[in-house]
């Protein structure tokens, strides 16, 4: 790994504090195809003409034609295809809910059969592709001068990055972190997806010419201005800020941990401690990602708690039915009221809790159950009610209007108010998956692209 140009920070040595035995603990899920395997998978394909597959992916990969060429042996071939659609088609083949997504669309389930291994066939290629030295055509040989800053190196601003310079635009990505990816390197699973892995596909993408400042936060008025001044164009591709708090006592001790901390903590920063017995708050897929990881790094008792039922559960079904079959403990309609600490104070002694009515109306209101209040004994507290929005840089940025905290855009374009900023990505869509941020800063680059070329062509300025 080479990601060294601007680079003030670590180097992929630090991800080899994961020790070796946490590495067994977070063994692939999907392990990889064979050859054979894969082969014998792709000419199970009906390659249908309308592909209901690629109309579900967001970045409208086109399956039929790359699985065709795994069944012909080009596995290059099968990459390009890919890689056409989505640059992050190595990490979205493993993170990817590809049951709700292409492998949900597969005419095989109205058949009742088992649809076709999309992720898998896509994991094949993108592997042999990587062992292969991931050299990527360019799509123009023509060199532009148009300038375009990134803010964030997570998909959005990498997929809008990749893009640009594939039509021969400079572009930099700004990123206030020390290792680039967003939460394809720090927040999404290690058994999905392993940090070197994400890391190496970034290092494709900076092959490519794209340029990096790390540890550079883009805060405050003279930050913008200069950005402003030093590029013809801006995208934001930021995502979303801290996870919320829960607002009750005791969520001061030093063992009630945010879910975001916890699992970028194990993958990139060496910290596996957890405690024996852990309560994790929440139930979407990071909630289920932090318990189903507490659980590999050893904690014996994991309980989740959730103050509705699990209908109304945001995290995906497959998720929890893994998570229930690794031991997670969902406890329904309850709510955490408050964080007992040990006798001396240090530690963590206890969560108290309360049984909440239930509720089918979608309100949020909430009604505690009349003697109802019960405790779950635990060292650890990790919180997952959701990430809160970059407000304070988002309202910073001129003329970009927000509504609920996240950033309008047109939906073909990802242009925002101000005709010098695009954005896409989890700061536009208020929290999705890696694929949709792909698709969100891909479609920006290209009308970025087309923006930059009448401009030239005119000898003008984007004007904000
Ligand atoms: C715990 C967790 C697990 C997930 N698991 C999955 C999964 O299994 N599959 C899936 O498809 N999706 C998953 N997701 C969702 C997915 O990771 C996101 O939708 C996707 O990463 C969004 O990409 P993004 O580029 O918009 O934002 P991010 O990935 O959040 O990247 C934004 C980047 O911007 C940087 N940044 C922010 N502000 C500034 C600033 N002012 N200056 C410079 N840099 C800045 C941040 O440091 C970050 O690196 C998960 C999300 C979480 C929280």
């Known amino acids: 790994m080479a990601l060294s140009d601007g680079h003030a920070g670590r180097s992929e040595h630090a991800l080899l ?131 375009v800053a990134c803010i964030g190196a997570g998909p959005a601003s990498l997929a809008c990055a990749a893009e640009l310079r594939l039509r021969g635009h400079g572009v930099k990505i700004f990123e206030r972190q020390e290792l680039p990816g967003g939460l394809n390197t720090h927040g999404v699973a290690e058994y999905k997806l392993r940090a070197v892995d994400s890391l190496r596909e970034i290092e494709m993408i900076r092959a490519l010419g794209v340029e990096f ?99 109304q559960m945001a995290a995906f079904e497959f998720e929890y039915e893994d998570a229930k079959r690794e031991g997670v403990l969902f406890h329904w309609h309850t709510q955490p009221t408050a964080i007992h600490a040990t006798e001396s104070g240090e530690g963590i002694a206890a969560v108290e809790c309360r049984r909440v009515k239930e509720n089918e109306s979608g309100s949020s209101a909430m009604e505690f159950l009349a003697g109802s209040a019960f405790r779950i004994p635990c060292e650890m507290v990790i919180t997952a009610i959701g990430q809160s929005p970059l407000l304070e840089l988002l309202k910073s940025l001129r003329g970009v209007k927000l509504e609920d905290g996240r950033v309008q855009v047109e939906r073909a374009t990802g242009r925002t108010a101000n005709a010098k900023y695009f954005a896409g990505g989890d700061c536009v869509n208020g929290g999705r998956e890696v694929v949709d941020a792909v698709a969100d800063g891909k479609r920006a680059a290209v009308a970025i692209a087309s923006v930059l070329e009448k401009a030239n062509v005119r000898g003008s300025h984007v004007q904000s």
């Not at 992050?88 to 990817?96: I, P």
């Not at 042999?128 to 040989?141: E, H, I, N, R, Y």
Request: with cysteine; glycine share 10%; hydrophobic share 40%.
């Open 213 to 311: 400042a790390f540890g550079d936060e883009i805060r405050g008025e003279a930050a913008l201005a200069q950005l402003d001044k030093d590029y013809d164009v801006i995208f934001i591709g930021v995502g979303l800020g801290e996870m919320r708090r829960l607002s009750i006592s005791g969520e001061q001790l030093s063992d009630v941990r945010n879910a975001l901390e916890f699992i970028a903590g194990y993958k990139t920063g060496g910290n596996v401690r957890v405690g024996r017995r852990v309560v994790v708050v929440g139930a979407g897929n990071t909630a289920i990602d932090a318990a189903r990881a507490a659980k590999r790094l050893g904690a014996e008792e994991v309980h989740l708690l959730y103050r509705r039922g699990s209908r």
């Open 17 to 147: 504090q994961v020790r070796p035995e946490v590495a067994e603990r977070f063994a692939e899920v999907h392990p990889p195809l064979g050859a054979v395997a894969a082969l014998a998978e792709a000419n199970r394909c009906l390659y249908c003409f309308d592909a209901p597959c690629a109309a579900a992916c967001p970045t409208h990969i086109d399956v039929p034609r790359f699985i065709k060429k795994i069944s012909q042996d080009n596995l290059r071939g099968s990459a390009l295809t890919i890689l056409d659609a989505n640059i992050l088609g190595a990490s979205c083949a493993r993170v990817c809910p590809v049951e709700v997504l292409c492998e949900g669309a597969c005419v095989f389930h109205r058949y009742n059969q088992e649809p076709i291994h999309i992720g898998l066939l896509q994991r094949h290629a993108m592997d042999a592709f990587f062992q292969d030295g991931a050299v990527l055509p360019k799509k123009s040989s023509t060199e532009h001068t148009g300038r």
